[in-house]
Nanobody, 126 residues
Framework: QVQLVESGGGSVQAGGSLRLSCAAS????????MGWFRQAPGKEREEVAV????????WIANSVAGRFTIYKDTAKRTLYLQMDGLKPEDTAMYYC???????????????????WGQGTQVTVSS
């Protein structure tokens, strides 16, 4: 199983930017999906963005489309989430997750992801 460590969270004012990183180590997957999820206090964890190891068009939640960008550096085994135009409603704990997959599709259910990081807090003030 792969180990994931997130970094890059912090506190910013509305309209600001942050870039989250997720460094992977340990056993790798030949074909996989990696994604960012977030959970705000009192709310369920939600999927934010997902990318397939083969590339293609990443999946982005409607709530962050046009503001967040997910991308990966395969050589560094690192996943990123560039967050621009941050809003107070983006405040949450952000988690990185990964799962091996047999085909081209990525699961949307968080419980299907096998490896999770410890999370990094993002706080956006108005």
């Amino acid at each position: 199983q792969v180990q994931l460590v997130e970094s890059g969270g912090g506190s910013v004012q509305a309209g600001g930017s942050l870039r989250l990183s997720c460094a992977a180590s340990g056993a790798g997957y030949s074909r996989y999906c990696m994604g960012w999820f977030r959970q705000a206090p009192g709310k369920e964890r939600e999927e934010v963005a997902v990318i397939h190891s083969a590339g293609g068009i990443p999946w982005i939640a409607n709530s962050v489309a046009g503001r967040f960008t997910i991308y990966k550096d395969t050589a560094k085994r690192t996943l990123y989430l560039q967050m621009d135009g941050l809003k107070p409603e983006d405040t949450a704990m952000y988690y990185c997750a990964a799962v091996p997959v047999p085909g081209q599709g990525c699961p949307s259910d968080d419980f299907k992801y096998e490896s999770w990081g410890q999370g990094t807090q993002v706080t956006v003030s108005s």
